[in-house]
Antibody
Framework: EVQLVESGGGLVQPGGSLRLSCSAS????????MHWVRQAPGKGLEYVSA????????YYADSMKGTFTISRDNSKNTLYLQMSSLRAEDTAVYYC????????????????WGQGTLVTVSS | EIVLTQSPATLSLSPGERATLSCRASQSVSSYLAWYQQKPGQAPRLLIY???NRATGIPARFSGSGSGTDFTLTISSLEPEDFAVYHC?????????FGGGTKVEIK
């Protein structure tokens, strides 16, 4: 069974940084692209970023470029999202999502989601 | 970026009634559209992919239709567990984009 468990969320001040982690199990982590999708309170879903199975390719939604960095450690079955220069608008639940192919940069449907971790940006 | 517009924002219905939800794309996405169900405090669950194909384990009361720019999710007879928020998502263009959601609430 695919399991994705996010951690690292919390309260951070505007301009601060935070690193989210996603621990994966139940599948061969190194064979699949991984994604981050976020959801602001009471709002819809917003795509954030993708990384290819070997970590060699990364993609970001335009509004996230330059402030978010996606990475992965296949030896630890873990996905990361480093967030910097955080703003109130970045307040959201961040979901880790498994891809169904190895390549990133190809839009997919999303079958397997973690439960999400809440990031709150506030002074 | 493809914009998906869902309507209505809220649908108030009673158990047993038929629900019809709409998703309109800012340009054609062919049939590359999915629907998700999300309950409070939970992650989204994939219901329909490629406009009309039910995902594994999804009951037959859920059906999807449409192509190009106009898509519909139909729930033929609402069960108590179907009251939730429904999102559409396109995968024809990068980045994948989602609609704003339709909340199906108990009348």
């Amino acid at each position: 069974e695919v399991q994705l468990v996010e951690s690292g969320g919390g309260l951070v001040q505007p301009g601060g940084s935070l690193r989210l982690s996603c621990s994966a199990s139940g599948f061969t982590f190194s064979s699949y692209a991984m994604h981050w999708v976020r959801q602001a309170p009471g709002k819809g879903l917003e795509y954030v970023s993708a990384i290819s199975s070997n970590g060699g390719s990364t993609y970001y939604a335009d509004s996230m470029k330059g402030t978010f960095t996606i990475s992965r450690d296949n030896s630890k079955n873990t996905l990361y999202l480093q967030m910097s220069s955080l703003r109130a608008e970045d307040t959201a639940v961040y979901y880790c999502v498994k891809g169904d192919i190895a390549a990133a940069g190809i839009a997919e449907y999303f079958q397997h989601w973690g439960q999400g971790t809440l990031v709150t940006v506030s002074s | 970026e493809i914009v998906l517009t869902q309507s209505p924002a809220t649908l108030s219905l009673s158990p047993g009634e038929r629900a019809t939800l709409s998703c309109r794309a800012s340009q054609s996405v062919s049939s590359y559209l999915a629907w998700y169900q999300q309950k409070p405090g939970q992650a989204p669950r994939l219901l329909i992919y490629d406009a009309s194909n039910r995902a594994t384990g999804i009951p037959a009361r859920f059906s999807g239709s449409g192509s190009g720019t106009d898509f519909t999710l139909t729930i033929s007879s609402l069960e108590p567990e179907d009251f939730a928020v429904y999102h559409c998502q396109q995968r024809n263009y990068w980045p994948p984009t989602f609609g704003g959601g339709t909340k199906v609430e108990i009348k």
